[in-house]
């Protein structure tokens, strides 16, 4: 997976967001460590607790084993019945106390990995806010989902298995080392010679998990987009009327088939792994007894510190094994972080400049002077685009399809940055505002008017929760929408299901036109709807515009002709260039690329809007 954005927008640092999919193990730098410390700084002193803690239980750990050879050597052969019982109630109690240490820690480690999680999905999802929209028309759609879910999720593993895991191995191991050592140095030799045949199979291994681990990853990536294109509102209706459903299962059920074979061999690597481990620990006891019964039978140790000895060694065993398994999991957790870190070191679109202001705009007159855009470095979309759309008119933009309208108009909320020019509005160049006070003056109605999967009343609320009930209806009459609504059987109340599927092109519109309306912003950009609406729609529509639009600076996206004719100015857009300028009667007279565009493209229209339309 990862394969994303090959291409660059120029000046707009795009060139670092891409995936190195060749890179097949992640990189261990001291920075990238250094990077995933900082995560864990705030938590530093529960940290330092979980450790404390860790370093407690296994100093008591290692009480058992011990308490076993005064057991055997002392209270046995001396019949003391009170020692005998001591110790067993040293060694329960022990035991007891390690176990509430534990519960401790796992409350403490809960906490830790969870607080990181919180913090790190947070940031992340201000971050995705913050991305530019060519991001989003990019990236695969299950992936954001993917980083945002399993992945920062799976970063609670890291702190509990390895983090946690390492450190307590590190101190189970340190000190039964050294206690054997201190027991027996000789059979501490022999136990502790046994560990190098763990290292050998380890590495082999942690490089096919790796792969493996890697490889399941983007085939679930897969299986996660396949399910997101076709199983979502549009995708699914695209994969209907083209009967695709066939085609669309084959390719899911193959991707499905491989992840399950990778995870069954990434399963099963596992199992082989701990097999040569186990089949490796239990060869340590054998070789104790064999040389420690050598030593008893010379008088150089007792019983009791045979049985101590293989007790304590099963204390390193353990840990070596996940020691090594470790490696395994280190690698698999700063591939997390580094897929995560992917995504946080990609920059930010459009950012404020440190010295915008937030602008109250008096006048509102957008000027464009000589803009360029490209959405890709050798593409022009926009060429040298210079107009002015004076404060309270109405500006038409007509053209053939791919000509550019949309890009003009999203220049205006800055939903993309120019690449040279100039937009001001009402004086102010649109960089040195604040996005926010910028957005916020400009209502936008698109052509696809997006509906969340809410209320009727939650959506035309959006943008302004604020907004009392009589502003809401208010707005609703406005739009000649609100009749519509109150015959829903649940009124505002009603759910429009995924983007307004429940709802007519029209409707939609009508209810993006409220929701601008409730914002009341003194910029309207709209980008009229060109499905055929019937003619009452288009009648309420054109009504519900012509209110909207009053008074207001408006760029319209033309795709009828009374809108045309409404305009105060037209811009004929063509190649990515603003070929023709005037109001229509002055265009149609120029006798160029508009009148033949109207010709082509309204004269039906016309007709039948004469013979039809209310208007
Ligand atoms: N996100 C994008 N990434 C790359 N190219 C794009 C993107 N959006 C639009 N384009 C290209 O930019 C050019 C202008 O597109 P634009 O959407 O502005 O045209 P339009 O005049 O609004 O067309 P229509 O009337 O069909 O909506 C087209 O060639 C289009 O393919």
């Known amino acids: 997976?990862?394969?994303?954005?090959?291409?660059?927008?120029?000046?707009?640092?795009?060139?670092?967001?891409?995936?190195?999919?060749?890179?097949?193990?992640?990189?261990?730098?001291?920075?990238?460590?250094?990077?995933?410390?900082?995560?864990?700084?705030?938590?530093?002193?529960?940290?330092?607790?979980?450790?404390?803690?860790?370093?407690?239980?296994?100093?008591?750990?290692?009480?058992?084993?011990?308490?076993?050879?005064?057991?055997?050597?002392?209270?046995?052969?001396?019949?003391?019945?009170?020692?005998?019982?001591?110790?067993?109630?040293?060694?329960?109690?022990?035991?007891?106390?390690?176990?509430?240490?534990?519960?401790?820690?796992?409350?403490?480690?809960?906490?830790?990995?969870?607080?990181?999680?919180?913090?790190?999905?947070?940031?992340?999802?201000?971050?995705?806010?913050?991305?530019?929209?060519?991001?989003?028309?990019?990236?695969?759609?299950?992936?954001?989902?993917?980083?945002?879910?399993?992945?920062?999720?799976?970063?609670?593993?890291?702190?509990?298995?390895?983090?946690?895991?390492?450190?307590?191995?590190?101190?189970?191991?340190?000190?039964?080392?050294?206690?054997?050592?201190?027991?027996?140095?000789?059979?501490?030799?022999?136990?502790?010679?046994?560990?190098?045949?763990?290292?050998?199979?380890?590495?082999?291994?942690?490089?096919?998990?790796?792969?493996?681990?890697?490889?399941?990853?983007?085939?679930?990536?897969?299986?996660?987009?396949?399910?997101?294109?076709?199983?979502?509102?549009?995708?699914?209706?695209?994969?209907?009327?083209?009967?695709?459903?066939?085609?669309?299962?084959?390719?899911?059920?193959?991707?499905?088939?491989?992840?399950?074979?990778?995870?069954?061999?990434?399963?099963?690597?596992?199992?082989?792994?701990?097999?040569?481990?186990?089949?490796?620990?239990?060869?340590g006891p054998m070789l104790i007894y064999l040389y420690g019964g050598y030593l008893f039978i010379h008088g150089e140790i007792t019983v009791g510190a045979i049985i101590s000895f293989v007790a304590l060694l099963s204390r390193i065993y353990g840990p070596f094994g996940?020691?090594?398994?470790?490696?395994?999991?280190?690698?698999?957790?700063?591939?997390?972080?580094?897929?995560?870190?992917?995504?946080?070191?990609?920059?930010?679109?459009?950012?404020?400049?440190?010295?915008?202001?937030?602008?109250?705009?008096?006048?509102?007159?957008?000027?464009?002077?000589?803009?360029?855009?490209?959405?890709?470095?050798?593409?022009?979309?926009?060429?040298?685009?210079?107009?002015?759309?004076?404060?309270?008119?109405?500006?038409?933009?007509?053209?053939?399809?791919?000509a550019g309208k949309t890009t003009i108009t999203n220049l205006i909320p800055r939903l993309y940055e120019i690449d040279s020019g100039s937009i001001r509005i009402g004086g102010t160049d649109i960089r040195d505002m604040t996005l926010e006070s910028l957005r916020s003056q400009i209502g936008l109605v698109t052509q696809d008017s997006y509906l969340f999967n809410g209320t009727i009343r939650e959506n035309l609320l959006y943008a302004g929760s604020e907004a009392s009930e009589e502003d809401m209806v208010k707005a609703c009459k406005a739009a000649y929408i609100h009749d519509f609504i109150m015959e829903l059987p649940d009124g505002y109340d009603t759910v429009v299901g995924n983007r307004g599927i429940k709802l007519s092109g029209g409707e939609k519109q009508r209810i993006s036109i409220a929701r601008v309306l409730l914002k009341n912003p003194s910029v309207i950009i709209m980008d009229e709807a060109t499905s055929s609406l019937d003619t009452a729609s288009e009648y309420y529509i054109q009504r519900a515009m012509h209110l909207l639009l009053q008074d207001k600076t408006s760029i319209v996206i033309a795709h009828r002709l009374s809108t045309i004719m409404a305009a105060d100015k037209i811009l004929v857009v063509k190649d990515g260039a603003i070929i023709e300028e005037g109001n229509h009667e002055e265009l149609l007279l120029k006798n160029g690329v508009y009148t033949d565009l109207h010709s082509k493209q309204f004269e039906r229209k016309a007709f039948s809007m004469d013979s039809q339309s209310p208007i």
């Not at 450190?167 to 054997?180: E, M």
């Not at 020691?323 to 404020?352: C, H, Q, W």
Request: aromatic share 10%.
């Open 1 to 283: 997976m990862s394969k994303m954005y090959g291409g660059g927008m120029p000046g707009a640092g795009f060139g670092r967001m891409k995936f190195d999919d060749g890179q097949q193990k992640p990189n261990i730098s001291k920075a990238m460590l250094l990077r995933i410390f900082n995560y864990f700084k705030p938590y530093w002193k529960q940290t330092m607790l979980v450790l404390f803690i860790l370093l407690v239980s296994s100093l008591l750990g290692l009480l058992p084993p011990i308490l076993i050879q005064r057991i055997v050597d002392h209270a046995l052969p001396d019949k003391n019945m009170k020692l005998l019982v001591e110790l067993v109630l040293i060694s329960l109690g022990t035991t007891v106390v390690a176990g509430l240490l534990g519960v401790w820690q796992s409350y403490l480690n809960s906490f830790i990995s969870q607080s990181i999680v919180y913090d790190m999905k947070n940031q992340m999802y201000t971050h995705l806010q913050r991305m530019p929209l060519q991001f989003f028309s990019a990236v695969k759609q299950g992936e954001v989902i993917t980083r945002m879910t399993s992945d920062i999720s799976g970063i609670q593993g890291v702190f509990n298995s390895t983090v946690i895991n390492f450190a307590s191995n590190l101190f189970v191991l340190s000190t039964t080392v050294a206690t054997l050592v201190i027991m027996n140095w000789k059979l501490a030799i022999i136990g502790i010679l046994i560990v190098p045949l763990f290292i050998i199979p380890t590495r082999k291994m942690g490089n096919v998990r790796w792969k493996l681990a890697k490889q399941t990853q983007e085939k679930m990536s897969e299986q996660n987009h396949i399910i997101q294109e076709t199983l979502s509102i549009s995708g699914y209706l695209l994969m209907k009327l083209f009967t695709r459903e066939e085609k669309e299962y084959d390719s899911f059920r193959i991707i499905n088939g491989e992840s399950a074979r990778l995870q069954i061999r990434e399963s099963m690597a596992g199992r082989w792994f701990m097999m040569i481990l186990s089949t490796f620990t239990s060869l």
């Open 322 to 402: 996940q020691m090594t398994n470790l490696y395994v999991d280190i690698k698999r957790s700063v591939a997390l972080f580094e897929r995560i870190f992917d995504y946080f070191d990609m920059k930010p679109g459009i950012v404020n400049r440190p010295d915008a202001q937030a602008v109250e705009l008096t006048k509102q007159d957008i000027v464009f002077e000589d803009v360029c855009f490209a959405y890709q470095k050798d593409k022009q979309a926009l060429e040298d685009i210079s107009f002015t759309a004076a404060s309270g008119t109405m500006t038409a933009l007509v053209g053939p399809s791919g």
